[in-house]
């Protein structure tokens, strides 16, 4: 009887792990928060070796955590109802692995107005991701953060007004993406950072007017992504990236007129202009010369010309030029000799067959498949040999 409960009382006291004891300061192992009553188990650590789970649907505070000065694993931070700041973790200087402040899957922090909290955090080892938390109109308790190891997203933040609080901020090791953060006006936060080992996106961001704060980064590691927002006018915030290691991507920005902040850039892996409603020129493509894989210009309604590609010699996947409905010529693919997977120009309502088919013509070899249709027919005299 006494040796069951010797182990019942030891199993009410484990977390995750053998022992809640600290030792020399270190939890050993990983921790999960579900209670406030939680917080005293570890309030005498200094450091945890493994995760810390704060999943706490009655909790309002951290107090208690303040000797804490370091995670070697992730820090989750999700599911809190009522949590309404991050004071108790006020020592933390650093996070080993991932940093998660909210997320869709495993519920946000609902009313967390800012992370003042984490203002010794100056460091984190893997991704950042700051997600659905419905009441978050600041980041300025992130000011003395400044690397971070993977991926930095901030995404359906629905009161996030700018994000200045990452001012110190000078590079992303992985993707950063900045994703339906619905008042977000500015990225004027992000200006001191020079360049993304990974992916850059922007998306969905409707009060978005300009990307500025992005002045900064002359290097996008993987593809660039602007898509969807509503507001964004211009690109000239991206005017000193000169290398995109893989795709460029303009989609769905209603207010875009033209691409002149893209001017910087030399060669990217594949490029798509697509369902741009107001853009009427490519000029600020110039520099492009190569183009590695695909090539689509498609849905832009008031697109008339192509002049911005005039640079470009080869297409190493499809080329696609489809549903422009103001474009009236391809002259700006002059100088395109090669492309390898399929040759399309369709749908374009006011450009003449025989544009496209003499642009096929001077290819110096036939791509893998060709479809030049339901563009204006005309009677060309003479008619391209490649015309169908």
Known sequence: MMALATVLVCGGC????DSNECNLGEYSGDFTISTQSDIAAIAECTSISGNLHIKCLSCTDLDGLDGLTSVGGTLEIRNNSVLINLDGLSGITSVGEDLLIGSYYNGGNHVLANLDGLSALTSVGGNFSISHNDTLISLDGLS???????????????????????SSLTSVSGVLQIDANHALTNLDGLSNI???GDGLCISSNPTLTNLNGLSGIILVGGSLWIEANAAMTNLDGLSNITSVGESLGIFNNAAITNLDGLSGLTSVDGLMIENNSALTSLDGLSGITSVGEDLWIRYNAVLTDLD???NITSVGGDLEIEDNYTLANVDGLSGLTSVVDEFMISDNDVLPDCEACDLLDQLTSEPTSIDVDSNLSDACTPVPASCP
């Open 14 to 17: 484990s977390k995750d792990t």
């Open 308 to 310: 911005g590609l005039n």
């Open 144 to 166: 003395a953060l400044t690397s971070v190891g993977g991926d930095l997203e901030i995404f359906y933040n629905y009161t996030l007004t700018n994000l200045d609080g990452l």
């Open 194 to 196: 020079t360049s993304v």
